[in-house]
């Protein structure tokens, strides 16, 4: 395989992991606001009192700009997922925390996804799950360096 043929064949299979659609495992709510709802979570059981996470620190987090996480927090409040408050503290701050209802979701979505996981580890084998995660870490690892670098040369 020549290189130009290698890189086509590392962008189709690229191209073809982005297009699997997990609205199935997702059925409510879609994988950013899953995403969202894990880090109020983890974010409220850290916080003293339960009082949640910060809508900056969300948005920091999840590499969106504040105005797409008010966007999305907006949709998760009016399917009462989550409530957000000012902060006593310091008013210009708001944090978010998860209702019941938001809660149950994200328990139930999380196992939804340990299952479809576990399927995928069960065809593929442990020992190729571990390779691959492995090699995921390394591409990831390689391709932010990459980015990093062209970022530099660029600005």
């Known amino acids: ?14 191209h073809r992991f982005k297009k699997i659609h997990m609205d199935g495992i997702f059925p409510e709510i879609s994988k950013g606001e899953f995403w969202a709802l894990k880090m109020i979570q983890k974010a409220t ?3 003293e009192g339960g009082c949640g996470g910060y809508v900056s620190t969300i948005a920091e987090h999840l590499k969106v700009t504040p105005s797409a996480i008010s966007r999305m927090l907006k949709g998760l409040e009016e399917r009462e997922l989550i409530v957000r408050e000012i902060d006593k503290n310091d008013r210009r701050n708001t944090y978010v925390t998860l ?4 809660e149950v979701i ?6 939804a996804i340990n299952e479809f996981t576990q399927s995928i580890i069960l065809a593929m ?3 190729d799950s571990k390779t691959l995660i492995k090699l995921f870490n390394k591409l990831v690892d390689v391709m932010e360096a ?10």
Request: aromatic share 4%; hydrophobic share 25%.
């Open 99 to 102: 209702t019941e209802k938001g």
């Open 45 to 47: 059981l850290k916080s």
């Open 106 to 111: 994200t328990k139930e979505v999380e196992a």
């Open 146 to 155: 990459e980015v990093k670098q062209r970022s530099k040369t660029k600005g």
């Open 1 to 14: 395989m020549t290189e130009k043929e290698l890189c086509m064949e590392f962008f189709t299979t690229a």
């Open 125 to 127: 084998g442990e020992e």
